[in-house]
């Protein structure tokens, strides 16, 4: 079985959103303009929601009909070919009274397709086989995953082996990891989340083999969200914890902490948290190597016979989110940044599959300037144009890198 | 006289760090950036006070393979010493 490992080098960070409930007037997602039916984990959401409002309003509108589900379920509507059905959110363009963008919703007709789907996880991770050969995979942005407690907990740091004994054992007696005794506060995703997978592997306790002591099982990452960020005022903050991406972390910095994290094998150092502080956005130890907890956003869609997407729709947003160039304002570098992700070309390492040891990375392209200007409002690269080239390096998104 | 109590609160300092970050089950948690990597190196001059841990623990200077050195590799950034609230780990088919 031939892989088809389609080159993604550059920005994706696609959230999958949850599902919103549907509208009085139900619209056929097929009328949109440039309609691309995405079935996506809800963990890239908040990258979709950047770039969706500008892809749809361009002058060759792409809109992004999005279905958020688990990675794992997402990809079976490619894989499997399950037909979509239900309401999926698209963004036509436009901001609400908050700033936000606005969000319309559809309904599927019967029989409708999915013509690409996005995953933090590979289709081995959860199939257990490489995709099969009419079906390309690429790799994307970076995503974090983490750790998260109520603000109101004291925590500030787990480790690999805690995380374990936690998700190995479900509070047993005899196994337990204090505070963090009681099940009902353990919140957990599914199988078939890419949040659960990733956040497995980085404990050594696979994510279909979790405890069945966890019940609190959360369908999405907003739900997850939301269901650790209500304990923190009920008395309960300080045994509450949960797991969940750091693009929607990074939208709900207010409602959650995210806790440090020791990988197996960090003791000479200790525990890390994503950035380089409790309180930064520049995912620092994401990029260089000491947070280990992450994987790439995968693009799945079915292969026409000359390898390439079979859906044009597919092939354009596939292009768009694993290049650099902007469209319409949508900008696959800035908006993934923006949105919590990493793009590869500001990584530091790299890793050849899920969970696979980190390995040092020179990429040939980077973007390190740009990423921290856009992540942390500053930079100490000097600003180029054509204006002013750079007297040494590389111009590249405006600011002189160095190669 | 400044400087030499200077060079003796920040050998002091160090210490405290290079402990902290060796020693995954000693003392409270603790929080501060760290170099534990090349900390081992230590021994030296003001740094005299690492050498107890630093010096004779190769395990954190000598890493088994590249995903263990660019885990610990020196940072700049938030370090947390966690002092584990696990069990001991007996028969439990740890990685």
Redesign the interface.
Known sequence: MQRHTLRWVGALSLTCATVTPAAAQALDCASLPGAVFVSGTTDVKPYLARVGPKLSTADDPLTIVYLGVGSCTALDYVLQDVELAGTAVYWPGGENADGTPVEGTCDFAPGSRAAMALSDVTVETCTGAPPPADVGERSSLVQGFGFVVPPNSSQ????A??G??LF?FGGEA??????WTDPPFVFIRTPASSTQLLTGLAV?VLGSQWSPNLTASQNGSGALLAAVAAENTTGNAEKTIGILSLQRYDSARDRLKML?F????????????P????QSLDK??VR???Y?IWGYLWGMAPLGADGAPADAGAARLLDFIGGTQVVNGADPVADAVLAGAVPPCAMH?QRAYDGA????LEHPAPCDCAFEKVAAGSTACVACDDATPCAAGICRFGFCEAR | MRTWMTALMLAASLALVGL?????DGGG?Q?GG?A??DAGAGGEGGMGGMGGMGGGDD??VD?P????A????P????????T????P?GQ?G??
């Open positions: 500030t740091a787990i480790t082996t805690e374990y004994f190995k005899g196994k337990q990891v204090p505070p050594g440090a020791e990988a197996f094998g960090q003791d000479c150092l200790g525990a890390v948290f950035d380089s502080t409790a620092q130890n260089d190597g000491h280990p390492v040891p980190l390995q040092a | 902290g970050g060796c020693d995954d948690d929080t760290a534990p990597a395990r954190c890493f393979d590249e995903h263990t660019l885990l610990n590799a940072t700049t950034a938030t370090v947390i010493h966690k584990p609230t696990h069990p780990v439990e740890l990685p």
